[in-house]
T-cell receptor, first 108, second 116 residues
Framework: AQRVTQPEKLLSVFKGAPVELKCNYS??????LFWYVQYSRQRLQLLLR??SRESIKGFTADLNKGETSFHLKKPFAQEEDSAMYYC??????????FGKGTRLHILP | EAEVAQSPRYKITEKSQAVAFWCDPI?????LYWYRQILGQGPELLVQ????????DSQLPKDRFSAERLKGVDSTLKIQPAELGDSAMYLC??????????????FGPGTRLTVL
């Protein structure tokens, strides 16, 4: 079964500390992985996708097929990073399966 | 900048009543999605359209939910009759897969439904 697991519902990190939001997936084919973010009072939006190998707002994510993981990382947290983060898997038929989300709270 | 529009933003109804939500995707986006997001969960796909055709409605509770996209542009999601368990955020998204965007979905602000 296809599944995206985000083990942490809430992650609290001090400003300036490193951030790692965990994501594991289960998929029999070659998945496309994404991170979506929802800031307070804003709509859900794409943060980054694994195929582009880009860094957005200081965040990076590496697809580890051996561990079936796609953890989101940032070396130094900023207060504006506080948001809800969803890991997502895209299937060949364009459907996206979302994880339950992790709320990131940056402490001052 | 083009955005997905949804209305209403909030809807309060009593159980057994009918409700309808409207979505206008980004112009030119052929694929349209309706999701339901229960508090504390990630979005779950209800129905996917490609132009005016339903591609997937396997998770749509068809005894009470219906969705249409008659002209392949805007779409309506209806619930009749509403039940207490239908209280959730209903999200609409659209996409137009290209080599650049690769299936990036653009989301609307959502309609928050409360069933009393």
């Amino acid at each position: 079964a296809q599944r995206v697991t985000q083990p942490e519902k809430l992650l609290s990190v001090f400003k300036g500390a490193p951030v790692e939001l965990k994501c594991n997936y289960s998929y029999s084919g070659s998945p496309e992985l994404f991170w979506y973010v929802q800031y307070s009072r804003q709509r859900l939006q794409l943060l980054l996708r694994h195929i582009s190998r880009e860094s957005i707002k200081g965040f990076t994510a590496d697809l580890n097929k051996g561990e079936t993981s796609f953890h989101l990382k940032k070396p130094f947290a900023q207060e504006e990073d506080s948001a809800m983060y969803y890991c997502a898997l895209s299937r060949r038929d364009d459907k996206i399966i979302f994880g339950k989300g992790t709320r990131l709270h940056i402490l001052p | 900048e083009a955005e997905v529009a949804q209305s209403p933003r909030y809807k309060i109804t009593e159980k057994s009543q009918a409700v309808a939500f409207w979505c206008d995707p980004i112009s030119g986006h052929a694929t349209l999605y309706w999701y339901r997001q229960i508090l504390g969960q990630g979005p779950e796909l209800l129905v996917q359209f490609q132009d005016e055709s339903v591609v997937d409605d396997s998770q749509l509770p068809k005894d009470r939910f219906s969705a249409e996209r008659l002209k392949g542009v805007d779409s309506t999601l209806k619930i009749q009759p509403a039940e207490l368990g239908d209280s959730a955020m209903y999200l609409c998204a659209s996409s137009s897969p290209t080599a650049v965007s690769y299936n990036e979905q653009f989301f609307g602000p959502g309609t928050r439904l409360t069933v009393l």
